[in-house]
């Protein structure tokens, strides 16, 4: 069914092509086919143009829809660049649909219409002056950045908010230092060096009347801030800490003469504390935060725009971050580049970044666990703090350790990033020792970011070799004294060396017991161990013999080692004492092991120690009795331990008169029984 002529006929809007010669500008007319013509409902006649081939058949007038005022059809309209003094011609004139070009609202709700210095009405778009005077009344204080309003989202408003707001408070609290204080000598405090009590210093007294100048009110009201903003989104963070930065630079200190008040009273001293906080903070944020592109730029203009003052200059181009696509830093973290330099235009170009930088690359790089573009970035990135990048460089181990490449781990401890740097082992701790050792015999790594994480362990590679392992193990001890000199550090190599390969997911190792091998090897052993050791002090590459690696059982190995330390005294009596005090520590857990593991292993335990030819080492098995003696409710297997010391004869052994006492009064309150 074909439609009526009255269901074909729809509104028309008229827009023209060419907005650069059209004197409307921007504005809209509605042409309604359907409204009939107020005086006469005639048609007009055609007109025809022969030239454009345009037939106009019926004309009215449109609609008017709302417009700014300079495109007012009802009202001319006179454009001048910045005249503000008081409306133009008929400026002032407006229709109902007429708009603010400054307030973006009806223009006869706007305040400052024709108000002189200001008259809005004067506003077009057609001028530098008052396109700045719109973006100002839109985006607020936020215009100081260069934003484009469609950059400006609620984040960057609220910043900008609470930002006019402290920069109002902020010029009170300023002005009032400009003020001073006067004070006379009887309560002025000495500014000289060495300070003397009020009142005795004669050059400080000479000024009677001096003005103290104390800068601590801004500072505090500046400190309140920054811990404001902290809380806040990164957006509006930014913008705050931006903003504030240009403040405090303008400050200037009305003093003629130095004033030492500290670091919060004088301005020269609390200016450069703020601004490192603040570029500090926004050195990470620039790294961490995924600002886009043009508002990353934005941003580090505006700091470069800032007139630092002369104490500040060291600030100057704090915020030239890399971004994160620049080349030479892609470079770097994929593996192409391993010096992190390059030559550009002549020059060489170094990877050159503050240390507040590199950690927040690395906590990126962390999170998403890209433990190969850590290293890579480490061991190319160059500081100026060389202190705080040895300690990030001192984890390059560990992050090899995750991702799964042991042995580049383990030589990494050993050899320094570049030559004028020692070792990461130089400054290893017991419990680092502790947890690489069992990352190397595991092929397991922490579950954490960092290696003193608890928690779970994970699977990461296949772990090292045993003869690697011993061979790097040693090397640590002999490159780190306080590890050499340390027997938990001994006991750690004996117990991991003595446990199985496989570990708990909470990190326990599990513990391996295998058969003694026969007394020849052991002399072997003993032959071959000293020479190595030599070895080992004095190169680097070493190759141990492969019948070392044969099956030990874990009380004869003990045995072999507890004789050979009383060749050292001052090892042998570290290590009883370590042991001593574990088991005063460990009382309740070593009875509760002993209940599981039952008479024949505490007694071959026991007699180890009590049959040692140092009297010191047999004080641990002294010890040890002596627990179980006084917790017999808890070792019902106490009796059949009384029958293991007879059948091994131990009654009847010279062991020293101690011992020999100490045994027999504990077999005889079995027989008393």
């Known amino acids: 069914m074909r439609p ?107 305040e400052n219409w024709t108000v002189p210095a200001l008259c809005h009405c004067n506003a077009h778009n057609k001028s530098k002056f008052w396109k700045d005077q719109r973006d100002f009344a839109l985006a607020g204080i936020l215009v100081m950045f260069n934003l484009e309003l469609a950059d400006i989202d609620a984040d ?40 003397l009590p009020p009142g005795q210093c004669d050059v400080c007294r000479s000024r009677s009347m001096e003005v103290v100048y104390k800068y601590s009110g801004v500072f505090t009201l500046v400190t309140r801030f920054l811990n404001q903003a902290e809380k806040e989104n990164p957006k509006a963070t930014a913008v705050m800490f931006l903003g504030a930065a240009k403040e405090i630079a303008l400050h200037k200190d009305p003093a003629i003469n130095w004033q030492n008040l500290g670091h919060t009273a004088s301005l020269k001293i609390a200016v450069p504390c703020l601004l490192q906080r603040i570029t500090t903070r926004l050195q990470r944020m ?26 500040c200059f060291g600030f100057s181009n704090s915020l030239n971050v890399m971004p994160w696509d620049h080349v030479l830093l892609t470079t770097v973290l994929k593996g192409q580049n391993v010096t992190g330099q390059r030559t550009l235009r002549g020059r060489k170009v170094f990877l050159w970044e503050p240390l507040p930088v590199i950690e927040a690359r690395m906590e990126k790089l962390v999170d998403k666990k890209n433990y190969k573009e ?42 320094p990033v570049n030559s004028l740097a020692c070792c990461t082992a130089c400054r290893l701790t017991p419990f680092e020792y502790e947890v690489y050792l069992k990352m190397f015999r595991t092929g397991s790594v922490p579950g954490g970011k960092d290696i003193l994480d608890p928690g779970l362990w994970i699977a990461a590679g296949p772990p090292l070799k045993d003869g690697v392992l011993i061979k790097q193990a040693l090397k640590l001890l002999y490159c780190n004294m306080s590890l050499y000199r340390n027997p938990k550090c001994w006991s750690t190599l004996i117990m991991i060396l003595g446990s199985s390969n496989f570990l708990e997911k909470s990190g326990h190792l599990l513990p391996m017991s295998l058969k003694e091998p026969p007394l020849d090897f052991q002399k072997g052993v003993l032959a071959a161990s000293c020479g190595l050791l030599k070895e080992l002090k004095a190169k680097i590459n070493v190759s141990l013999p492969p019948s070392i690696f044969s099956p030990q059982n874990n009380f004869w190995a003990l045995r072999l080692l507890l004789d050979h330390l009383s060749y050292e005294e001052n090892v042998l009596h570290g290590t009883v004492n370590l042991i001593l005090r574990d088991l005063h520590c460990q009382k309740a857990t070593m009875l509760k092991l002993w209940q599981n593991l039952g ?40 009796k059949h331990l009384c029958n293991f010391f007879h059948n091994a004869g131990l009654r009847h052994l010279p062991l020293g008169t101690a011992a020999h006492h100490e045994v027999s009064k504990f077999i005889n309150i079995f027989e008393n029984l």
Not at 286 to 294: A, E, I, N, R, Y
Not at 303 to 309: A, G, K, R
Not at 620 to 636: D, K, Q, V, Y
């Open 599 to 638: 008479p024949q292993y505490v007694g071959e335990f026991l007699c180890l120690f009590l049959t040692c030819r140092h009297q010191k080492m047999q004080s641990i098995g002294l010890f040890s009795l002596n627990i179980i003696a006084e917790n017999l409710h808890m070792c019902p297997w106490a």
């Open 286 to 311: 620039l790294v961490l935060c995924d600002f886009p592109k043009s508002l990353h730029e934005k941003f580090v203009n505006f700091f470069q725009s800032i007139s630092l003052p002369c104490h």
């Open 156 to 195: 960057l408003r609220h910043g900008g908010d609470l930002l006019l707001k402290f920069i109002q408070e902020l010029s009170v609290e300023y002005n009032k230092y400009l003020a001073g204080e006067e004070m006379l000598h009887t309560q002025h405090e000495c500014f000289c060096l060495p300070k």
């Open 374 to 415: 850590v290293v890579r970035y480490l061991r190319a990135v160059k500081c100026n703090d060389t202190k705080g990048l040895r300690h990030l460089r001192d984890k390059i181990p560990f992050y090899l350790c995750k991702s799964g490449d042991f042995l580049d781990a383990a030589h990494s401890l050993l050899f």
């Open 4 to 110: 009526s002529k009255k269901e074909e006929e729809q509104n028309i809007i008229l827009i023209s092509d060419d907005e650069a010669e059209s004197t409307l500008g921007s504005s809209v007319l509605l042409v309604d086919p359907l409204e009939k013509p107020a005086l006469e409902e005639e048609k007009s006649e055609e007109v025809v143009d022969e030239e454009c081939d345009l037939v106009v058949t019926f004309c009215k007038k449109a609609n008017v829809m709302p417009h700014a005022r300079y495109d007012c059809t009802m009202h001319p309209f006179e454009r001048t660049e910045c005249d503000r003094c008081s409306p133009l011609g008929k400026n002032a004139d407006i229709c109902d649909q007429c708009y603010c070009y400054i307030c973006d609202k009806l223009a006869s709700e706007c």
